[in-house]
């Protein structure tokens, strides 16, 4: 808690507002013959804010699936092997206020793949992926209350609204499909509020679009305002070509170059609205497919349908996927619900692996996974863990950082990042590295100031690219 | 001799509970250390072991020799080590806890790691030792104490050198060579600069297109085709100022304008962050706002109300009840509940009211220097926490205390009662708000009086014949004299309201009578004399006699009682200052809605109507806090303002009360050089589409320079002189020519002025996301005017969102009135206002984003509401007996405001029959007339479709 970081609301002062390039969606070539007689602005500036924008450096992963597993992941009991903590398993431990037992983890560790990862027992498919993970072993936050370190995981600051990573690396990169939304979240935690995948002061079209909620089936989320139950596609068509004469009058008579955005944004909204239900509709799947992610029966369906849905979204063009599995909160319990959570998480994470591998996709997509902190190794409820937010453990997969690396580390119980620690800021500096993004360039003006996802934070972990 | 950091927290209070002075409690404070008798084998250690490391390592950076001082700090002087750099002294002698350059050397904090990894990295533990050694001894330091200031300042004169930071300086009106073409001298101080260029401004805009322009901008609502007609009939050169005038006296008026302050407020009703409570009654502080438009308040008196209500005097109980309501600006910011530490969380409520006054109101973000000395601006971190001592001294009531959930709230607050309707029992949360101090009915339409103000049109305000507001009536209550123009305007509403019962009717034409006038209702013209006079700026009102405060003492029942005294000493501070809180400066409890009452007590368990807002707490000057950490406290600063904003004498705090009126008066003198220019600069914008200031919200030395620097001094000037006065700023705008031009360029101009930055057409403006929909209701003719009592938040009551409360509550409102009165929760936004970029209510918002993206074509292609609306236009389209051609210019001019080309007239028509073609082979039974109706109705859904019915041309 001391080293709550206020965030810096003043940074280095940069040329132009964007604002009146984001004015319009599409610079068609109304505009852009506009633009051409009246001034010399180059045709970059006019550009649509969703169009692929080249990155800073060259990108080794072109989009992000976000395992997130809302509620902080007990480490010691997935992926940071602690015998010594098994060993004083019953001394005392140093919770505030005395009391507690140091508790060694009553899952076993086996050392998998060839690069022989220590990997609990609790995820023996995800473990046949040992040697594509990269383990961050020293991961820390600052605040171990959930409300904080999640909004602080998501847009890096717990204290002001401030845009999603999501939103960051729409803004860096625009989509390669726009026919879909640049950045979705499927099933997020409501009860923390839209500001998780929100945009904050960057323009609303890099927001998250939300499919289905916590505890909701996820088969059955849409989007809002998908389908007009009046009219056909074909009947549909016909009045938009109706409004797109209209728009096409106005933009003659007037030259107002946000016309020509208004009349793109119709053209991919009548794609989307039809692209998308296709993306989300897993009935094409083959059943072998839909078996592999545990669909049909089991604990696994669930989730398993979130990961394929993430796969379908990432094969389409989607820059950033988030998809959320809450209830790691394990105070009490924690050997029966830690193990409930990872047998519906396991098979589909492994699925996913296995499936953007054999797409080719997982070069060029960097999956993470992990929650807003981790747990102690101590607690004074028997079978059970409290927040910790000094050390725990995230992985990243594929996007080109090292598989079967063990990046950092804690101390001998897992109480705080001791070796190559990991902040949050770190870590979002590493994604946008990963996605040729260089955290500190990547801003945006607001209120006079240039913002950052990482404020005046963040290292990159430059160790743990390939 | 020097306390820690926590003694002194724990000291303050004891200070306090013996009831000394501000003096001699400064006296209190630690003393700046003695020199230390300097031993000459400490002089030896310090030559030996310090100084070659500090020359060695740190005066690259550190020293005045340095090409450039990094962080304010030199470490080549005694002085200067001690006196430290930004963030705080980096050698305390002896206090190896308190001397930051310990902790950077030992690289225990990410953020400051010293020396850094380019010049060598942290230094070997032996080295570190031998500070640690140093410091304990006393740091004996045999360097000249006085070579060199170390401490970097500011440079207030050079950084006044800013135009910002100068006061508004009159300015010649510029000669231009058409000396035809002006109607007023802003016309002529923008002819003057195009000239210059070889530009002249395009041809006049046609009236339909005017009268649109000028409804939304000053009502967010369309014209109805019936006050497009009257106008384009109406040849007066009086034409536009009449409907001005209408305009501005409706209550309509308030509901837009006011709207623009409630984004620049963060105006929302819902705590926001991680924990998200409502707050049920923060629609009161809406309703404030929306009737201090409409009665035209003077912007001094405005921003004042709404810092220090609380603290102005009042004549009666009502009145006080409207000042608190107005400091509801200072309660309804963002809540971190969630925060375990009292501290942070109060800091943090501190940080948003430092945050958004001075961003609202000065165009400032002053609060970066939170942790640092601002880094552009010349804004010290000793402001931040002179603001901070202010906004520290004072409690904000916000409530967050009701049933729903208050186990997930670790900071809930309370309210401030009301005084209760006079024989009414009502139960909070559903109460009816006591009637506004300045209903609509006091509103008074501006009189052109002003230099600024078109010379030659603008009726006398003393002549009754061409009086604007009386002639209105004439004009438009021709055809139904019975009849609001409002009703008889709109042929769905008369007919709705043809069809209610004659009681009914009566009712309604009553409530027309007394509400005020509204949208081209016959307003009676106000007389002269009523026009409400103007307080000077030194008028403002003066805080309550000295003799209603007095030293806040403890309260006589722990007083007189040894025991409890003893027990109440021993409390946490916070604690006793939450104690504390709750009496006034005399020891008695504190009570609400007394005449003239100067504190307000929470509301507690009383069942009345209640406010957010705020009242003085526990009087203190708040210290530094090193990089804006609660455990980093630095040096205890007087409270006071911004200095580089103050101009001659900074205003005395008083000992006994927070210094929020001395704040606001501060805010609102005339001297200050960016109040006034800021309000005149967002007026602008509103109406012109961009400010003269482009960066609306910023006019720090990062924000851009006035594309027309006299301009906007010279309206800043006739702002203040015109009682700040918004509706005479408004009017005086919108009569001038440029206003008035046509949207088209032309290209000699669009060659040399793309950007229009000379305003000589008119910009293209889309209009915001209330306006949208509230249009799409009005060409429904559903539209439901009368505002409404509350807020969907208000009936849901307190509670979590997201836990017991589903966010489409707030998300999906099916409702009829105006959008201003839709629920502004944070995070849940209505759709219909999110979509079309509504402001983030977590932000203080100036400007607002113009994005076009597919989710707005879905919402009008798809959205049930959307529909609807169309489908009622439609359905009154087609009962009117006329035939497919007249109900086809009808729909252009309810939706659009305008006529059809033939061109587009024939596009139509043949739409209609091949959409109602296509429909019938699809719809159940396939009817005739049910897919014309279908048809019609995706006609009226193509034309809110169209760009053009969400920009202004």
């Known amino acids: ?466 | 001799m020097l306390m820690s950091p926590s003694s002194i927290r724990v000291f303050l209070p004891l200070v306090a509970l013996f009831g000394l002075t501000q003096a001699t409690w400064a006296a209190l404070q630690p003393a700046p250390p003695v020199d230390p008798q300097v031993d000459p084998a400490q002089v030896e250690f310090f030559e030996k072991r310090i100084r070659p490391v500090l020359a060695d390592k740190c005066y690259k950076c550190h020293s005045s020799e340095a090409t450039k001082v990094k962080g304010g700090l030199l470490l080549d002087t005694r002085e200067g080590i001690r006196n430290g750099g930004d963030t705080g002294p980096a050698v305390v002698p002896g206090n190896a806890k308190e001397s930051l350059l310990l902790k950077a050397i030992h690289w225990q904090d990410k953020d400051l790691r010293m020396p850094p990894e380019k010049d060598g990295g942290k230094l070997p533990d032996n080295v570190i030792a031998d500070f640690e050694k140093w410091i304990a001894m006393g740091a004996p330091d045999p360097r000249g104490a006085g070579t060199k200031v170390a401490r970097r300042e500011m440079d207030l004169t050079k950084a006044k050198k800013l135009w910002t930071f100068q006061t508004p300086q009159a300015a010649p009106v510029p000669a231009v060579k058409d000396t035809a073409w002006p109607k007023s001298d802003v016309d002529r101080f923008l002819l003057a600069a195009q000239e210059a260029k070889g530009l002249h401004p395009v041809a006049d805009a046609d009236r339909p297109t005017l009268l649109r322009r000028v409804y939304f901008d000053l009502i967010g609502l369309p014209p109805t085709p019936a006050q497009i007609e009257a106008f384009v009939k109406d040849k007066s050169p009086y034409a536009l100022a009449k409907v001005v005038d209408v305009l501005l006296a409706s209550p309509q008026f308030g509901e837009r304008w006011g709207r623009h302050w409630l984004d620049t407020a963060r105006y929302a009703e819902s705590t926001g962050k991680e924990r998200n409570f409502t707050f049920p009654e923060a629609w009161r502080y809406r309703d404030w706002v929306i009737a201090a438009f409409n009665a035209d308040k003077p912007y001094n008196q405005f921003i004042v109300e709404q810092i220090a209500g609380d603290l102005l005097p009042a004549k009666n109980a009502a009145e006080h009840d409207q000042n608190i309501l107005a400091t509801g600006f200072l309660a309804v910011g963002t809540k971190g509940l969630n925060e375990k530490n009292k501290e942070i969380f109060k800091m943090d409520v501190v940080d948003d009211q430092i945050d958004t006054t001075s961003r609202a109101v000065l165009g400032l973000t002053v609060a970066c220097a939170r942790c640092h000395d601002h880094k552009f601006d010349p804004i010290p971190t000793k402001d931040y926490y002179a603001l901070a001592g202010i906004f520290r001294s004072t409690t904000t009531y916000y409530g967050t205390n009701g049933p729903g959930g208050a186990a997930k709230n670790r900071n809930a607050s309370t309210l401030i009662a009301l005084t209760p309707p006079a024989g009414t029992e009502k139960t909070a949360g559903a109460v009816k708000p006591p009637p506004p101090a300045a209903p609509a009915t006091a509103a008074t339409p501006p009189v052109a009086t002003a230099a600024l103000v078109p010379a030659s049109p603008a009726p006398a305000p003393a002549a009754p014949a061409t009086s604007p507001a009386a002639a209105a009536p004439a004009q438009v209550a021709e055809a139904q004299p019975q009849l609001p123009p409002m009703i008889a305007n709109n042929p769905a509403m008369a007919e709705r309201f043809a069809k209610l019962p004659p009681k009914k009717r009566e009712q309604l034409l009553a409530r027309f009578g007394k509400a005020g006038p509204q949208i081209g209702a016959a307003a009676p013209a106000p007389a002269p004399s009523a026009v409400a006079p103007a307080p000077a700026p030194e008028a403002v009102p003066s805080p309550a006699p000295a003799s209603t405060i007095t030293a806040p003492s403890l309260p006589a029942f722990i007083a007189n009682d040894p025991e409890k005294a003893k027990k109440f000493a021993a409390l946490p501070a916070s604690r006793r200052e939450a104690f504390l809180a709750k009496f006034a400066n005399d020891g008695k409890p504190k009570f609400a809605g007394k005449q003239g009452a100067q504190t307000t007590p929470d509301a507690g368990e009383t069942t009345g109507p209640k406010a957010m807002g705020v009242a003085d707490g526990y009087v203190s000057d708040a210290a530094i806090l090193i990089r804006g950490e609660v455990e980093g406290r630095g040096a205890v600063v007087p409270r006071g303002v911004v200095s580089v904003l103050t101009m001659g004498e900074a205003p005395a705090m008083p000992a006994k009360s927070s210094g929020r009126l001395e704040l606001a008066q501060w805010l609102t003198a005339p001297e200050n050089p960016l109040t006034a220019r800021v309000m005149v600069n967002r007026v602008w914008q509103h109406l012109f589409g961009e400010g003269i200031v482009r960066t609306a919200d910023n006019f720090g030395a990062t924000g851009e320079e006035p594309t027309n620097a006299a301009l906007l001094d010279t309206l800043a000037l006739q702002f203040m002189r015109d009682s700040w006065s918004v509706k005479k700023l408004i009017r005086s705008l919108v009569l001038t020519r440029t206003y008035q031009l046509g949207g088209a360029p032309d290209a000699r101009g669009a060659e040399i002025d793309p950007d229009n930055r000379l305003l000589w057409h008119a910009s293209s403006r889309r209009l915001d996301a209330e306006a949208i929909r509230d249009a799409m209701l009005v060409a429904s003719g559903k539209i439901d005017l009368r505002p409404l009592e509350g807020s969907v938040v208000a009936k849901t009551g307190d509670g979590y969102i997201g836990r017991g409360i589903r966010p489409e509550t707030f998300t999906n409102v099916n409702a009829t009135y105006r959008s201003v009165y839709l629920p502004i929760v944070r995070d849940f936004v209505p759709e219909a206002l999110d979509i079309f970029d509504f402001a983030e209510p977590s932000l203080v918002v100036a400007t607002r984003d113009v994005t076009n993206v597919p989710v707005q074509a879905l919402y009008l292609l798809n959205n049930s509401f959307v529909r609807e609306q169309a489908s009622a236009m439609a359905r009154h389209i087609l009962a009117q007996p006329l035939s497919q051609t007249q109900r086809i210019t009808l729909a252009y001019q309810t939706a659009l405001s305008r006529l059809p080309t033939d061109a587009e007239r024939a596009r139509a028509e043949q739409y209609l029959i091949d959409e109602a073609a296509g429909l019938a082979a699809v719809i159940k039974g396939g009817k005739a007339e049910d897919a014309a109706a279908l048809s019609w109705s995706t006609f009226c859904q193509a034309l809110f479709a169209s760009a053009e019915f969400r920009y202004l041309k």
């Open chain 1, 1 to 466: 808690m001391n080293e709550r970081p206020y965030e810096c609301r003043g940074v280095t002062p940069a040329a132009l507002t964007r604002r009146e390039l984001l004015r319009t969606v599409s610079a068609g070539f109304g505009w852009l013959a506009f633009k051409s007689l009246t001034t010399a602005a180059s045709a970059a500036e006019s550009r649509n804010p969703l169009a692929p924008k080249a990155p800073h450096f060259p990108a080794r992963a072109k989009r992000v699936i976000f395992l997130c597993m809302q509620g902080g992941p007990a480490h010691m009991d997935t992926f940071d092997y602690k015998p010594k903590l098994t060993e004083d398993d019953g001394k005392p431990g140093v919770a505030k206020g005395g009391g507690s037992k140091l508790y060694g983890s009553p899952f076993k560790f086996e050392q998998r793949g060839q690069s022989g990862l220590w990997i609990s027992e609790l995820f023996p498919k995800v473990a046949e992926h040992a040697d594509e993970l990269c383990l961050l072993r020293g991961m820390n936050t600052d605040i171990p209350n959930h409300p904080q370190a999640f909004i602080q995981l998501h847009t890096g600051s717990a204290q002001f609204a401030r845009p999603s990573m999501g939103a960051w690396a729409l803004y860096g990169l625009g989509t390669a499909n726009e026919n879909l939304p640049g950045f979705v979240t499927i099933s997020p935690p409501i009860q923390f509020g839209a500001q998780n995948y929100g945009s904050a002061f960057l323009p609303a079209v890099y927001q998250g679009t939300r499919l289905g909620a916590q505890r909701a089936d996820v088969g059955s989320a849409s989007i809002s305002n998908m389908r007009n139950p009046e009219l056909s596609t074909e009947l549909q068509r016909k009045q938009i070509d109706l409004v797109q004469s209209m728009n096409r009058d106005l933009l003659a008579t007037t030259a107002n170059p946000e016309v020509e955005g208004v009349i793109e944004s119709y053209e991919l909204a009548f794609r989307m609205q039809a692209e998308l239900p296709k993306v989300m509709d897993l009935s094409k799947e083959s059943p072998a497919t839909l078996a592999s992610y545990g669909i049909g029966s089991g604990p696994a369906g669930e989730f398993g349908r979130q990961c394929l849905m993430a796969r379908r979204f990432a094969e389409a063009g989607v820059r950033f996927i988030e998809v959320c599995h809450a209830g790691w909160d394990q105070h009490q319990q924690l050997q029966s619900k830690l193990t409930a959570n990872c047998a519906a998480t396991d098979q589909p994470i492994a699925a996913l692996l296995t499936d953007l591998k054999a797409r080719g996709l997982l070069e060029d997509t960097l999956v993470m996974w992990g929650g807003e902190f981790g747990r102690t190794p101590d607690g004074r409820r028997p079978d059970g863990r409290d927040h910790n937010a000094k050390g725990y453990t995230m992985w990243l997969a594929g996007g080109g950082v090292r598989g079967g690396l063990s990046y950092g580390g804690t101390d001998d119980y897992g109480y705080k990042a001791v070796e190559d620690p990991v902040h949050t800021h770190d870590l979002h500096a590493t994604i946008l590295a990963l996605l040729g993004l260089d955290h500190e360039k990547l801003t945006y003006r607001y209120a006079g100031r240039d913002f950052r996802l990482t404020d005046v934070h963040g290292t990159v972990a430059k160790a743990i690219f390939t």
